[in-house]
């Protein structure tokens, strides 16, 4: 079995992921979600960067970027940025941000397995992991900023794999915090599904085309996806609901 294998990425992520001293104005800070840091927050964080390990933040090294859609609603898309480490040879763990700016909001998380790990699920749990080949073919799953050969490398890699995904924050909807249940997202399996208007802003920011990496990657065989991947194509998808339960103890 191939392991999941992430070549030549090294420290991909850190820049996103530490914290910024840089002070907000209160109007823009407002609009981040009252991000605005007084001196005692940064006086905390700067002994936070000199005394305390970031062990786990420093385990990052791998940062892609893609486009998830809420399970049961494929018109609901939107931009995901991941920021991967390995947990095992055939798992890694992402977390993911609307951006990859500093004053991103974290807006999720994924898990990502290999084909013979998925197949040891259950047939329930199956039901929550969606395939990645389609997002690899065409194009519209990326390494930022990777040279092309490190890219198609990675993208070997992954097209064989399948991802859990929650959303803990709808940006979409413009929330200024993370509201609500956490949402199972899916991703898209053919042509046609993803929303051009969101791709081709993307690829203007990086100045890349989807398009181009289709065809780059025309090569790259496809694996056969699971049946049981992908189950919002049967026409029934699940999703969270919150509802009330008898406290434990009581």
Known sequence: MKAICLPLLTACAAG???LSCKEEPNDKAQAH????KDAKTKVLEAGAETLQSEAP???IHAH???FHFYNGDIKRQ???HHYCSHLGDEMLQCVIYDSDKADAKLIGIEYIISARLFETLPAEEKKLWHSH???VKSGQLIGPRLPELAEKELMKDLIGTYGKTWHTWQVDRGDALPLGIPQLMMGFTADG???PEIVAA?????GISSEKKKQDRADIPSPAIHPAADDWKTGTALQLEAKPVPVAGE
């Open 64 to 66: 892609v970027c893609g």
């Open 78 to 80: 939107v931009l995901a």
């Open 33 to 36: 979600g009252g991000a605005h």
């Open 133 to 135: 080949v389609h997002e």
């Open 16 to 18: 996103a992921l530490l």
């Open 57 to 59: 933040l420093d385990a």
């Open 202 to 206: 993307r690829d203007r920011g990086y």
């Open 193 to 195: 599904q993803a929303d």
